[in-house]
């Protein structure tokens, strides 16, 4: 029985996303909780039958993922930034000790 090729009653063309790609599949009926003929559960939020649907789905993601990758490169440029400031002002006071106490080593 494994063997045997699938047939279904209906092929109803339904539509998901993959990144920037839409990918149209067949199922007999679609919406939750059934399944694409490949065997996909359909969930209602990246499932429908409405390809615009569909596209919109995946301009939403598309735009979601850009913007928290913009806001934690700002993150991280921030960090970065602080700890620049950081190494400044400690390589800053080891001049300063160094030049003012020169014969004194780092540790004793």
């Known amino acids: 029985m494994i063997k045997e090729e699938d047939s279904f ?3 109803i063309p339904v539509y998901t996303y993959e990144g920037d790609r839409i990918i149209e599949e067949h199922c007999e009926e679609p919406g939750w909780p059934n ?18 649907q569909v596209v919109a789905w995946a301009k939403r993601n598309a735009r ?5 990758a913009q806001e934690e490169i700002e993150r991280l440029e921030e960090q970065i930034n602080t700890r620049r400031s950081q190494l400044v002002k400690a390589q ?3 001049a300063t000790l160094d030049a003012d106490y020169p014969t004194i080593p780092a540790e004793l």
Do not use: C, F, I
């Not at 399944?35 to 615009?52: I, R």
């Not at 979601?64 to 928290?68: A, D, E, F, L, P």
């Open 9 to 11: 009653t209906k092929s």
């Open 35 to 52: 399944v694409t003929h490949l065997g996909h559960l359909m969930y209602e939020n990246t499932y429908s039958t409405d390809k615009e």
């Open 64 to 68: 979601g993922h850009s913007m928290y």
């Open 92 to 94: 800053a006071w080891q």
